[in-house]
């Protein structure tokens, strides 16, 4: 079955280390998403991609980076890790819809503490 | 842009309960809503959408949703509530031919055996 992982599922760091967090898909998506999940303000857009090499911001990217070299990959980068990061970050994925609708399919989640 | 608003941020309920949470967005255009639910320690699952057509619109475990247009709302609806339903509820929305998705802060429903 197709699915979408990541990894690690928790991870603890300390404040101005680097921090990628990885998220692989197995549906064949055109389109990966990443948010971060806090308390009072559900899921926060971070960054997303509609296909290799293409990447956007989204409300919330100051701090994070992505990279998309393949179609099933798309690791989350925190440059220099805040205390204001410690989150549960989700990825998601969804098919091109060309204008339809779009289910996004999401991951586990990881929680990440910056210490 | 547009946004989405959950009002309810915590209802707790006994079994047997119906339910309804708030959901209401801000979008002029055409748009594509969803009910996500997430269970305690898992990921975001779908549990119905809205595209087009019957506003009216049935997902998993006997949740319902109506949208009411005029009044931007597309609120989640169930007749009776059982203790499984304890969970964070998440309401979004994406304008058509937009491929993101809007989420509204979620409620947390908890249900009292």
């Known amino acids: 079955d197709a699915e979408i992982t990541q990894s690690p599922r928790h991870k603890i760091t300390e404040t101005g280390r680097q921090v990628t967090l990885a998220c692989h898909q197995t549906w064949n998506h055109n389109n990966m998403f990443w948010y971060r999940q806090d308390l009072g303000h559900g899921l926060r857009l971070i960054h997303y991609?509609?296909?290799?090499?293409?990447?956007n911001k989204g409300e919330v990217s100051d701090g994070y980076s992505v990279s998309r070299s393949n179609t099933e990959d798309l690791p989350l980068t925190l440059e220099s890790a805040a205390s204001s990061q410690t989150s549960v970050y989700f990825c998601?994925?969804?098919?091109?819809?060309?204008?339809?609708?779009?289910?996004?399919?999401f991951g586990p989640g990881t929680r990440l503490t910056v210490l | 842009a547009q946004s989405v608003s959950q009002h309810n941020h915590h209802v707790i309920l006994s079994e047997a309960a119906s339910l309804e949470l708030g959901c209401n967005y801000s979008?002029?255009?055409?748009?594509?809503l969803f009910w996500y639910v997430q269970y305690p320690g898992q990921h975001l699952q779908l549990l119905l959408k809205y595209f087009s057509g019957d506003p009216l619109v049935k997902g998993i475990k006997g949740f319902e949703a109506e949208f009411i247009k005029s009044k931007f709302s597309f609120n989640l609806r169930k007749p009776s509530v059982q203790w499984s339903d304890t969970a964070e509820y998440f309401c979004?929305?994406?304008?058509?031919?937009?491929?993101?998705?809007?989420f509204g802060t979620g409620t947390r429903l908890t249900i009292i055996p």
């Open positions: 991609s509609y296909g290799v090499q293409d990447t």
């Open positions: 979008y002029g255009g055409t748009v594509n």
């Open positions: 979004a929305v994406n304008p058509t031919g937009n491929e993101k998705l809007t």
């Open positions: 998601a994925s969804s098919e091109s819809s060309g204008g339809s609708y779009n289910e996004q399919f």
